[in-house]
């Protein structure tokens, strides 16, 4: 199999959550990413050949060609969460424009009415039954995955404010926080209670040695709502998130695109998250904050997107060297984008990322 990275590595979980924990400078660099696109997984595994040698009938074929191809990448973990957890929104979808095309288009939440606008909404609206959770796919992980790899959670959980705003519909919800708050108080209980049970089967398994709560809060300009809505209504909810992952003896990290800056001493010392990610150049980049709330937790990330899309390989491997200059002394950094690896930006930008890691020593 060819390879375009000219350090190996072996996956090697310890360092990556000791990395997270602020455990002093790692002995190298740790990658983590939110997600790849299935787009760029799929470009990667046909360019080297990932997954040629497994069987396309086996029923365990995609969660094994997933380890393949993250073992490959010089990943230490797989993101997992529970099934069951589908809640139907409003969406609208436009022409996928993207390099590695999405023949379905790009979706997108309405904005301005959601599937909830009311009492009899709410009431009908098919929730997910809890009774109906499935861990299965993290079953066969637990069993399967390989020693020197673990399992973050993430995925069926930790959604307060996205799906406050999507049930409702942006538009709907503000105006709602004024003329129905019950009514959205109401969603967001329904959300925790949905999300501690699904929080606590993400749990239940020894090779989980992380909960990764994904929940974008905020625009360029500031949070989704007022900060104390915002502590009510969403940090709440992450709270019992955090609390349930420390009483576990494991770290609670954080995904929230926007500008967070109203709420980050909250996101601190009220919920107690670990980690923080997402990353944007015009509203933080990841090196402005190294010396700042970087020292009370671990920064994950922060090779902007845009910057990712529009740059060339060379002038992505400069930026990945200054970034870990900065932020790898004394731990507390592991490297990835901004947000997650999307299907418009180059292939071989994200592998000069991954690969520039790799070769970087202190």
Known sequence: MSTPFSVSVTPDWEGLLGAIRREGTPARVHHIELFLDPEVHEAICQRYGIGADLDPADPAYAWKKYIAAYRFLGYDFV?????????????????????LQRNAGRQFVDENRGP????????QYPWPDPANISSRTLEWFEENLPDDMCIIGGGGFAHFAEHLTWLMGYSTFCVALY?????????????????????????????VKALWGSDDMGYRGGPLMSP???????LKGHKMMADMAHETGRPYLLHSCGNLSMIMDDLLDYVGIDAKHSFEDTIEQVTEVKHTYG???????G???????????????????????????GGGYVLGTGNSVTNYIPVDNYLAMLDEGRRFTA
């Open 228 to 234: 104390p809505d915002m502590k009510a209504l969403v």
């Open 179 to 207: 003329e129905q708050r019950d009514l959205v108080e109401a969603i967001a209980r329904r959300l925790e209670e949905l999300y501690v049970v699904s929080a606590r089967h993400i749990l239940q398994f020894p090779r």
């Open 295 to 301: 020292q009370r937790i671990a920064l994950l990330g």
């Open 116 to 123: 909830i606008t009311n009492w009899e909404e709410f009431e």
């Open 79 to 99: 993101r997992l969460g529970v099934e069951g957890m589908e809640m139907p929104m409003r969406y609208g979808a436009v022409e996928d424009t993207a390099g």
């Open 303 to 329: 090779i902007d997107v845009d910057f990712m899309c529009r740059s060339t390989p060379d002038e992505v491997r400069a930026r990945v060297r200054r970034t870990l200059e900065v932020c790898m002394p």
